[in-house]
């Protein structure tokens, strides 16, 4: 499998609670490399951006509210198949449902407030990725 990047953005829910190191292990003991991390305060025009798939979705203005409400933690990781891998640490959206051992499962606080996002496949990650980050932050 091929070495890629992933966008992934710590939550506000997670932030709140100071669980970005918590956070930050799990990625590091799946093998995940953090390449790039700010820590960024977004308006509820922005998270209405970044979500923008998600517009006609009845909890829209919830999840933008939510994701501007307090700073997030975006970042870089790469690896072996790193987009699947970190859906698979993050574990399912809705918390109730995510796998033992999982981000979700051990810090998500609703389906709502599941403190991490992680890009689904290979072109919303590349999107993702330049939404956030320029090219020199991005060490090669
Ligand atoms: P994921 O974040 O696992 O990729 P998604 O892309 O389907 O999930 O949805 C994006 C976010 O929207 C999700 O992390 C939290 C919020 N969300 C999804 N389904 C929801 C629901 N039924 N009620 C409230 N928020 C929801
Ligand atoms: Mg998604």
């Given at each position: 499998?091929?070495?890629?990047?992933?966008?992934?953005?710590?939550?506000?829910?997670?932030?709140?609670?100071?669980?970005?190191?918590?956070?930050?292990?799990?990625?590091?003991?799946?093998?995940?490399?953090?390449?790039?991390?700010?820590?960024?305060?977004?308006?509820?025009?922005?998270?209405?951006?970044?979500?923008?798939?998600?517009?006609?979705?009845?909890?829209?203005?919830?999840?933008?509210?939510?994701?501007?409400?307090?700073?997030?933690?975006?970042?870089?990781?790469?690896?072996?198949?790193?987009?699947?891998?970190?859906?698979?640490?993050?574990?399912?959206t809705n918390p109730?449902?995510?796998?033992?051992?999982?981000?979700?499962?051990?810090?998500?606080?609703?389906?709502?407030?599941?403190?991490?996002?992680?890009?689904?496949?290979?072109e919303t990650a590349?999107?993702?990725?330049?939404?956030?980050?320029?090219?020199?932050?991005?060490?090669?």
């Open positions: 499998m091929a070495t890629e990047r992933t966008l992934s953005i710590i939550k506000p829910d997670a932030t709140r609670r100071n669980l970005t190191g918590k956070i930050n292990a799990k990625f590091e003991d799946a093998g995940l490399r953090i390449v790039a991390q700010k820590r960024i305060h977004l308006t509820k025009a922005q998270a209405g951006q970044f979500y923008a798939v998600h517009a006609e979705r009845p909890f829209y203005d919830e999840l933008c509210e939510f994701m501007a409400s307090e700073p997030v933690v975006v970042q870089v990781l790469e690896g072996e198949g790193a987009i699947a891998k970190n859906r698979e640490v993050m574990g399912a109730a449902e995510a796998d033992a051992g999982t981000i979700r499962a051990e810090f998500a606080e609703s389906v709502g407030e599941n403190s991490v996002h992680g890009s689904d496949a290979p590349k999107e993702e990725i330049a939404f956030f980050f320029s090219g020199l932050e991005l060490v090669g």
